[in-house]
């Protein structure tokens, strides 16, 4: 379908619509029906009519509106208490995005409220699924990329009892002779 020339002649047709569509009530559907023109000819019209940048902001609310509530094809898959996230950890939905579940259960352990960025959590088995109290160790940034990079003979530096979770004078000399 092409726009009709006719309704594009049309001054008062063209204000019409760039009322309707600045009082961001409408879609450009309902606008269209409303005024008796085909959707192709209200877009032409707009488009003559509204200054570019103003014209392309309002596309863009629009858009985001037509999105929301019921219409939102996310609409109550964030709702969901847990998901499995990108890595493979399970995420809690906090309101405005998912939050690794270990995090939380470190955080409500040492009651937190807020994650330390300097922080990162070591899950000792490997197993990013299991999120048990007894799995999960605080550790820095600096000290879990050794703990995923060295290895003292087939054990990783986590598993040597002896050195805990610090990076200590032992365990860098150690880790350094291999």
């Known amino acids: ?3 009709s020339k006719k309704w594009l ?3 008062s047709f063209c204000a019409e619509a760039a ?3 600045r009082t961001q009530r409408y879609t450009t559907e309902e606008i269209a029906a409303k005024l008796g023109c085909s959707w192709p000819t209200l877009s032409k019209a707009l488009a003559l009519t509204i200054p570019p940048v103003e014209y392309k902001q309002l596309k863009q609310a629009a858009y985001s509106r037509s999105k929301t509530g019921h219409k939102n094809p996310m609409f109550g898959v964030k709702t969901a208490a847990e998901r499995i996230m990108r890595r493979g950890y399970h995420g ?3 309101g405005n995005g998912y939050t690794p579940e270990h995090r939380l259960i470190l955080m409500k352990a040492l009651g937190l409220t807020i994650w330390p960025k300097s922080w990162e959590v070591h899950h000792i088995d490997g197993d990013k699924t299991n999120n048990s109290l007894d799995n999960l ?3 820095t940034k600096r000290g879990h990329r050794r703990l995923h990079k060295q290895k003292l003979g087939r054990l ?3 598993e040597k009892e002896m050195f805990g979770t610090s990076l200590l004078k032992e365990m860098k000399a150690i880790a350094h002779k291999d």
């Open 92 to 94: 809690v939905w906090n």
């Open 137 to 139: 160790a605080i550790v």
């Open 19 to 21: 009322h309707l569509y």
């Open 156 to 158: 990783y530096l986590w």
């Open 1 to 3: 379908m092409t726009a």
């Open 9 to 11: 002649a049309n001054a």
